[in-house]
């Protein structure tokens, strides 16, 4: 089968699919925006891919229309799809306003689209202009069948589109095992460490993981709080955490070996969201043999087995969240227990191998 993922946005998503779908004996082309390429693996895209596997790179201007050069970005993408006609376009849903012309005059393929947000989070997502809520609309009018990352995500998609529940399918989201070519084998934890890393949003809970870290800290020696990322919220809290030693702030985008190195240096991961849908980053936490603490928001608790390969815990008790990291950081033979069992997560319920065949047999309901 001829198969082209496109994305404006998941760059080491795409490369973790496109090799697991070559491998079953697909023919896979990817399309990608040159500015996430930069942002995230870089020049190492070439390395990370299958030779089975050929990338497009997309100059996608920050400015949109706006910029003429824009133009020649929609004409060249309508051109590749036209020349590859694919037998299944999968497309990970997008907000740019250029994606319904160019899937238009583009292709008649058959479109899967992934859905990683049924609706925007609140706080700066919700505040979106109308034109990006109609290409939303657009893509999933449009799509023949749709996958989401979690059965309680499926649901909610249900619930908002009223969607052919017949055509909506759950498949989890797979461990970015790219990232393991970043790891330095000299690197260890650093004391008793909790990393919470990503877009720093309100809804992420950074406000209620430092409540906790006020618990923790008197009670577990050599504590420490790495937070790593930007975002909003971060104002709300900078002062807070610049008053703490025992806390760590890394601003801004990291690049993919950064993140490897502060993942290596942390004892658990933590996300402690107030709402939510899936994360990506429990996905690396297990490349990296990581217990999590998550809350029970959207699909994020279906990826982790409570007890095993962390803890579970209500969105906004700050005394259960603390409880949980005095646990784990404190009793060094569970932790060894549950890194153990998060490191076999990526060859096991979060292989690519899995979520590849199960993706592949909606490919074929559509192109069937």
Known sequence: MKVVLLSLNWVEYLVEMANALAERGHQVDIIVKKDRVRETVGDQLPALLSPAVTAHVIDDRPRGLRDPRQLWTIVRLIALLRRLKPDVL?????????????????????????????????????????????????LRQRASAVILHGEWLRQRY????????????????????????????????VGRSVLFFGR?????????????????????????????GRGGDLENHRQEIASRAYCTLHEGYLSNQDVARIF??????????????????????????KPVIVTEVGSIPEAVRDGVTGRVVQPGDIDAL??????????????HEMSKASAEMPEGDLAWRNIAARTEEV??????
């Open 90 to 138: 999968n497309v990970h849903e997008a907000t740019q306003t250029y994606l319904p012309f160019c899937l238009r005059w583009g292709t008649r393929s058959p479109m899967v689209l992934t859905v990683h947000d049924v609706t925007t989070h609140p706080g700066e997502d919700s505040q979106e202009p109308p034109r990006r809520a109609s290409v939303r609309q657009f």
């Open 158 to 189: 249900l619930d908002v589109t009223h969607f052919d529940d017949r055509k909506v399918f759950s498949i989890p989201h797979g461990c970015y095992t790219v990232f393991k070519h970043g790891i330095d084998t000299s690197i260890t934890d």
């Open 200 to 228: 720093i949003n309100r809804y992420k809970g950074l406000g209620d993981l430092l409540q906790a870290a006020k618990v923790v800290a008197p009670q577990v020696p050599d504590f420490r709080l790495v937070i790593a």
């Open 264 to 289: 290596q240096q942390s004892s658990i991961v933590v996300l402690p969201y107030i709402e939510g849908s899936q994360s990506g980053v429990v996905r690396i936490a297990y490349v990296f043999g």
């Open 322 to 335: 603390a409880a949980a990291m005095i646990e784990i950081l404190t009793d060094d033979v569970k932790r």
């Open 363 to 368: 490919f074929r309901r559509v192109t069937g």
